[in-house]
């Protein structure tokens, strides 16, 4: 009985962790740098809620020595950065067009999306 009450409460927690659970969107404030640090294969924060028409400056930080995390790239706006190591690399964008913006490793292994509002 016990066992049983366990295996659903996993079960939950699985369902729960790899689906339910949504990134905590970061806003950005007029004129803030939000660091971006790209680590473990995630970009934290993943999710970036931003202006239209306002500058945003996302400040990379690459801890991850891998290749895999050298560059990042933001396909719909054909733009693309090479992150040094443990040096800061700053991009700034200016988006006029409310949406989903994703940015990516070039592998599209590292994910993140901007959100413009
Ligand atoms: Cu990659």
Redesign the pocket.
């Given at each position: 009985m016990l066992i049983n009450l366990v295996g659903i409460l996993l079960i939950a927690f699985i369902i729960w962790w790899f689906w339910l659970a949504k990134p905590k969107a970061k806003l950005s404030q007029q004129n803030e740098v939000i660091d971006v640090i790209a680590d473990n294969g995630v970009y934290s924060p993943s999710l970036i809620q931003a202006h239209a028409g306002q500058p945003l400056t996302l400040r990379f930080i690459r801890k991850d020595s891998s290749p895999?995390?050298e560059k990042v790239i933001f396909a719909d706006l054909n733009k693309s950065a090479d992150l040094p190591l443990d040096h800061p690399q700053d991009i700034t964008l200016t988006i006029d067009q409310p949406g989903s913006y994703e940015f990516t490793?070039?592998?599209?292994?590292?994910r993140g999306k901007l959100l413009i509002q």
């Open positions: 895999c995390a490793c070039q592998m599209g292994m590292y």
